[in-house]
């Protein structure tokens, strides 16, 4: 079976410092990968989607860059966090060429200060 | 343009039977999801409509009318552990868009 990882759970850190979040997928093989965010009580905001390794789309422009250096390797990072940064930010994954069912990992809380 | 619109809350009562609406406007359509998010946890998977109709799945039933851009989700027989955000998506050129979700509060 699939499962889908990610770290840290929780993270707090100062204005102005870098960020690296990471989700690893298991059990399945060139998965489309996702990150979204979401802001307290809003829905997903989709930040980056990736359909194979070294292949990222962007769909907000931002202080926020992705990478997939692996298959089933998908980085968030930034060199600058801001305050507005603070949130949810959510992986997910789903079969390349499917109906694009999502399934989620557990998420990082994120508060930048 | 794309636009996912539900209700931001709503409240029902345990044991009772509740409709969550969803209407869409999206340039293009393969297919409807619906998810459920807990607080503070990741959304999960509940149904996927792609034809009209409606498609049962144990408590929970989505009805889908493409032609309105209209679906909802049915929960019947509601359970505390029912309390939840559920998120509307629409499946379409090859991008999954995300209503905000609706707040769903059972009470006893």
């Known amino acids: 079976s699939q499962t889908i990882h990610q770290w840290p759970a929780t993270l707090v850190q100062p204005v102005g410092s870098p960020l690296s979040l990471e989700c690893t997928v298991e059990?399945?093989?060139?998965?489309?990968l996702y990150w979204y965010r979401q802001a307290a009580g809003r829905g997903l905001q989709l930040l980056f989607y990736?359909?194979?390794?070294?292949?990222i789309s962007s769909e907000v422009p931002q202080n926020l860059s992705a990478s997939r250096p692996q298959d089933r390797q998908f980085i968030l990072s930034s060199k600058k966090l801001l305050l507005s940064d603070s949130g949810f930010y959510l992986c997910?994954?789903?079969?390349?060429?499917?109906?694009?069912?999502?399934?989620f990992g557990p998420g990082t809380r994120l508060t930048v200060l | 343009g794309q636009n996912i619109d539900q209700p931001t809350e709503m409240t029902a009562t345990e044991g009772a039977i509740v409709q969550i609406n969803c209407t869409y406007q999206?340039?293009?359509?393969?297919?409807l999801f619906w998810y459920q998010q807990h607080a503070g946890e990741a959304p999960t998977f509940l149904s996927y409509?792609?034809?009209?109709g409606l498609e049962e799945k144990g408590r929970f039933s989505s009805f889908l009318s493409r032609s309105k851009g209209y679906s909802y989700l049915l929960l019947k027989e509601l359970q505390m552990k029912d309390s939840a955000s559920y998120l509307c998506?629409?499946?379409?050129?090859?991008?999954?868009?995300f209503g905000a979700g609706t707040r769903l509060f059972v009470k006893a």
């Open positions: 997910a994954w789903s079969l390349a060429g499917g109906s694009d069912t999502q399934y």
């Open positions: 059990g399945t093989s060139n998965p489309n």
């Open positions: 990736s359909v194979g390794i070294g292949q």
């Open positions: 999206t340039s293009g359509f393969n297919g």
């Open positions: 409509n792609v034809l009209d």
């Open positions: 998506a629409v499946y379409g050129g090859f991008k999954t868009i």
